[in-house]
């Protein structure tokens, strides 16, 4: 077995585990960078939307091909068809090309100096005195032990690393997502994302139509607990509602899994840490990951470095990167994660009610979980009775 040493080892070449090489390579580390896939980017699980801040923020710009169509208004649909458009002069968001973002981000990691090494598959972490000291995997049909300071998990949902270092296996709620890239449309305004909400549509999640051109849309869902099918059947049946997607010729199929319960408990261990969807660092009402990964990534790749140079790279020390991401990620994770059980309370006449009364600013706050119990106390006092009362409960 093949021994490389190194300070960092981060698996998962996603948006959050290279945000994680590029951050500690910069800051002077020997990282090595284990992607499972042949090219970082590909294949593509995402609806692919991203603000322009999230961008700017991944060290990028919004140019092709990293973006397909830029997003000024968003739609958000009641389980009547009754739709509220949200717009923001604080807001841009784009339909990403993943295969081309997400390389991107990695190309920016090598060249901080990160050691990419692609088509390496991890197979668990090993422990040297009872602490995680790297990781195993196969590389070329080549067994490979990489020795680290640091191990940065940013290998997903299903994570490797966090499970066979004994970390919580599975998430208290999860969204299970199907997904169709759909072409030959003929979409009037590319420039908007729709949202569908209702048990209709998507049993507690919602649908999404993400333009990528006047011709082109990833479409699909995300159901939760609630659900009593198949994903993949809530989705052809959206798609049999909507006579735009009639004579539609599907590109892509795809899906996957999104941990909505918040932030896992415990995301740091002595030599270790968590990132990204690995870490449950979604933010619970929308699903969205790519931003709050990316910066989970920097502050724990600088963290990771920060550890090391002290020769401290206790869980206590690198719990210090879970505390910078609280400050501002993680309060936002659990204001939108406290949304989303109030939410599950509301029948669709309750959602159709709700629509009525509800503006434009007010769904953004609550989607994206901020000033979230000021704004419900605002929603609250114009709502009717019922929806008041089941709204209350959040502002206890």
């Not at 990160?114 to 590389?139: H, I, P, Q, W, Y």
């Not at 809530?234 to 049999?240: M, Q, T």
């Not at 509301?346 to 007010?362: C, R, Y």
Request: with cysteine.
């Amino acid at each position: 077995m093949r021994l490389i040493e190194c300070d960092v080892a981060v698996v998962g070449g996603g948006p959050a585990g290279s945000s994680a090489a590029r951050a500690a390579a910069a800051a002077g580390a020997h990282v090595v960078l284990l992607e499972e896939h042949p090219v970082i980017g590909s294949p593509v699980f995402c609806a692919e939307g991203l603000s322009l801040n999230g961008i700017k923020d991944a060290g990028l710009e919004p140019v092709a091909p990293l973006v397909a169509q830029k997003i000024t208004k968003a739609r958000v649909f009641a389980p009547n068809r009754n739709y509220i458009d949200l717009t923001s002069d604080n807001w841009v968001g784009y339909t990403l090309n993943r295969q081309f973002f997400d390389k991107a981000i990695g190309d920016l990691a090598v060249k901080a100096g990160a050691e990419l090494m692609t088509d390496t598959k991890v197979s668990g972490v090993f422990r040297e005195n009872g602490k995680v000291a790297g990781v195993v995997a196969e590389c070329g049909g080549e067994q490979v032990k990489v020795k680290a300071k640091v191990t940065i998990g940013a290998d997903g949902y299903w994570s490797i690393v966090r499970r066979s270092a004994g970390m919580e296996r599975w998430y208290p709620d999860v969204v299970t997502c199907a997904q169709y890239q759909l072409g030959g449309l003929h979409l009037d305004d590319p420039s908007t994302n729709e949202f569908y909400v209702g048990t209709c549509y998507a049993p507690g999640g919602y649908a999404w139509v993400f333009p990528k051109n006047e011709e082109t849309a990833n479409v699909g869902l995300g159901v939760r607990n609630i659900h009593n099918e198949p994903a993949i059947n809530y989705l052809r049946k959206f798609l049999d509602s909507d006579p735009r997607f009639e004579d539609a010729k599907v590109l892509r199929r795809n899906g996957g899994v999104t941990p909505v319960s918040g932030m896992l408990d415990k995301i740091v261990d002595d030599n270790l840490m968590l990132v990204g969807d690995a870490a449950g660092q979604l933010v619970p009402m929308t699903g969205a990951g790519i931003h709050s990964g990316i910066e989970a990534g920097k502050m724990a790749g600088r963290e990771a470095v920060d550890a090391i140079v002290s020769e401290d790279t206790s869980a206590k020390r690198l719990n210090l990167y879970r505390v910078k991401f609280e400050k501002y990620w993680g309060k936002r994770i659990r204001d939108s994660r406290k949304i989303v059980e109030m939410l599950d309370k509301f029948s669709d006449d309750d959602l159709n009610t709700l629509s009525t009364v509800i503006t434009n600013d007010e769904i953004l706050s609550l989607a994206n979980g901020q000033n979230t119990k000021r704004t419900v106390a605002k929603i609250c006092a114009r709502s009717p009775g019922k929806i008041m009362k089941l709204m209350a409960a959040y502002l206890k």
